[in-house]
Every structure is written in C-alpha cells, then in structure tokens.
C-alpha cells in the first residue's frame, strides 16, 4: 500500500490522547503502520512547542506541526520553527486587563516560545500546569523582544462562556477569542487559527488539500475540520461538530486515531 501524498493531522487532548493523558496503544501502532506505507502523520494542538513535544516523541510526525492553535509551525523532526504569528503586546495587555478585572475568580496565562507566564492562578490553571509539563514563571513577561503567542482564561464554565460573551461587547482588533474547552477562553492572533496554519502547512510540504485529513474534537478544530479534504471527529465531541464533519469514529479512549487510518487504507487500497 502506497499512502504517500496522504497528510493525517490530529488534535491531541480529546483526540489522539485517551483516558489518563496516555495515548492508547493503538493508535500508536496506527500511525507507525501509517508512515511505514507512505503517509505523513502531524499533530494540531493548542499545547506548546515543548509540550506537544512529549506527543511527537511517541509518533514521530513526519508532517509540519501546528502549535499554540494555529500560531506556530514547527517541524520536530528538523526541530525547526516553519512560521509563526504572534500578538501584539500593547493592545493584547490592555484586553488581558479587561478581563482580569471583570472576572476576578479567572486565571490568566501568557504564552511565550518556551515559557508559560501565570498572571493569575486557580485550580484550572494549576492543573493545565500539570498537564502541560513543562516550565512556568509567575508574572506577565517582561522581555519586550519575547513574543506573546496567545494567551488563555480559566475558569468554570459558566464563568467561562461569560468570559466569551464579555469579549464580544468591546472591540479588539488584532485578536479574536477561542473557546478551547469547557473551561479555556484563549486569545489569539486575529490570523491565528488551526486551519489557516493547515492550509499554510499543506502548501509548505507540497500536499494537495484534497489528501488532507484532520481529526478534532473541540470547536477550536472548527476551521482545521474546515479547511481539511477529509473532516473527521471523534464520539466524543460535541453534536454540532458531529453533524458537520464527513466521518465520525471512535471515542479518543478507544482509539479514535486508529480507526481513522484504518478508514484511510481501506480507501486507498
């Protein structure tokens, strides 16, 4: 079997990771299988360079990655950034300050190439810290010359979709705010999204978008599930993706990965 010219570009949280932030045994049996017959594997994830890392260390992408949601390309296996977009300090501070004033109970990250900054912690930003496995500073950045990627609010839900709906009664040119789980509000570059960094990678690599498949789960995926040949999510997100997509597999606990580079083969045999 020939998969070569076939880019699969996946999510990690609720995708390709399963139960417990290990990515089920499967999948990686998949992907391998995958690029051993020609095709590129690469993940999509509003994780960092370095905590994305810890997945590409067990995949093994072949394929450009996308990072902190569409706002860096990196290719690990050049360890090499391709592109990246990054905020604007100035007017992101002053958004940031609006937010941080409304919503005292919210915590606050910044983004930077190889550090998170902690503005304001919480339970959901001590455990994001936890999950993300990789250094931190408390306070904003003060290196001017250090780009802001994004930056992200955490709180419960209902606190964080009154985030969301707060952001959208000022103007804020320059950025545009993501829902990324029930409980992460981020702030991106205006330009910044999964699938422009898709469309950017495909051309980078030489993939036509036709033989282009990604896999989320979660509505910042929306405009990678949009810009890919083939849309793809698992059970486990939500109707409306599910409703929108060309094919719905497995729960990420089972395997959701694999089933899709199962579905791949079976129609380039």
Same mark, same amino acid.
């Given at each position: 079997?020939?998969?070569?010219? &076939?880019?699969?570009?996946?999510?990690?949280?609720?995708?390709?990771?399963?139960?417990?932030?290990?990515?089920?045994?499967?999948?990686?049996?998949?992907?391998?299988?995958?690029?051993?017959?020609?095709?590129?594997?690469? &993940?999509?994830?509003?994780?960092?360079?370095?905590?994305?890392?810890?997945?590409? %260390?067990?995949?093994?992408?072949? @394929?450009?990655?996308?990072?902190?949601?569409?706002?860096?390309?990196?290719?690990?296996?050049?360890?090499?950034?391709?592109?990246?977009?990054? #905020?604007?300090?100035?007017? +992101? +501070?002053?958004? &940031?300050?609006?937010?941080?004033?409304?919503?005292?109970?919210?915590?606050?990250?910044?983004?930077?190439?190889?550090?998170?900054?902690?503005?304001?912690?919480? +339970?959901?930003?001590?455990?994001?810290?936890?999950?993300? @496995? !990789?250094?931190?500073?408390?306070?904003?950045?003060?290196?001017?010359?250090?780009?802001?990627?994004?930056?992200?609010?955490?709180?419960?839900?209902?606190?964080?979709?009154?985030?969301?709906?707060?952001?959208?009664?000022?103007?804020?040119?320059?950025?545009?705010?993501?829902?990324?789980? %029930?409980?992460?509000?981020?702030?991106?570059?205006?330009?910044?999204?999964?699938?422009?960094?898709? !469309?950017?990678?495909? %051309?980078?690599?030489?993939?036509?978008?036709?033989?282009?498949?990604?896999?989320?789960?979660?509505?910042?995926?929306?405009?990678?599930?949009?810009?890919?040949?083939?849309?793809?999510?698992?059970?486990?997100?939500?109707?409306?993706?599910?409703?929108?997509?060309?094919? !719905?597999?497995?729960?990420?606990?089972?395997?959701?990965?694999?089933? #899709?580079?199962?579905?791949?083969?079976?129609?380039?045999?």
């Amino acid at each position: 079997m020939d998969l070569s010219g &076939i880019l699969l570009v996946s999510d990690l949280d609720g995708t390709l990771i399963g139960e417990n932030f290990v990515v089920p045994q499967r999948n990686l049996d998949a992907i391998a299988r995958f690029q051993q017959e020609g095709g590129s594997f690469a &993940i999509a994830t509003g994780r960092s360079i370095l905590s994305g890392g810890h997945y590409a %260390e067990l995949t093994h992408p072949k @394929g450009p990655c996308i990072c902190l949601n569409g706002t860096i390309l990196y290719d690990y296996t050049q360890q090499k950034m391709l592109w990246d977009c990054h #905020l604007d300090q100035r007017t +992101a +501070a002053e958004y &940031i300050q609006r937010l941080y004033d409304r919503f005292p109970t919210a915590g606050i990250e910044y983004f930077c190439i190889k550090t998170i900054h902690i503005l304001r912690r919480n +339970a959901y930003v001590t455990e994001h810290l936890n999950h993300e @496995g !990789v250094s931190w500073k408390e306070g904003p950045p003060i290196d001017p010359a250090q780009p802001w990627y994004k930056a992200l609010f955490a709180d419960d839900l209902e606190k964080k979709d009154a985030m969301e709906a707060f952001s959208a009664t000022f103007p804020h040119p320059g950025v545009r705010f993501v829902s990324s789980s %029930e409980n992460y509000l981020e702030m991106l570059p205006e330009q910044a999204s999964k699938g422009n960094a898709l !469309v950017k990678a495909a %051309e980078l690599a030489g993939f036509r978008m036709e033989n282009v498949y990604a896999i989320g789960d979660y509505y910042n995926d929306t405009e990678l599930l949009e810009a890919a040949g083939v849309s793809v999510v698992p059970e486990n997100a939500p109707d409306d993706l599910k409703e929108q997509a060309d094919l !719905v597999v497995g729960h990420c606990y089972q395997g959701a990965v694999a089933d #899709l580079i199962e579905e791949i083969e079976r129609r380039h045999r």
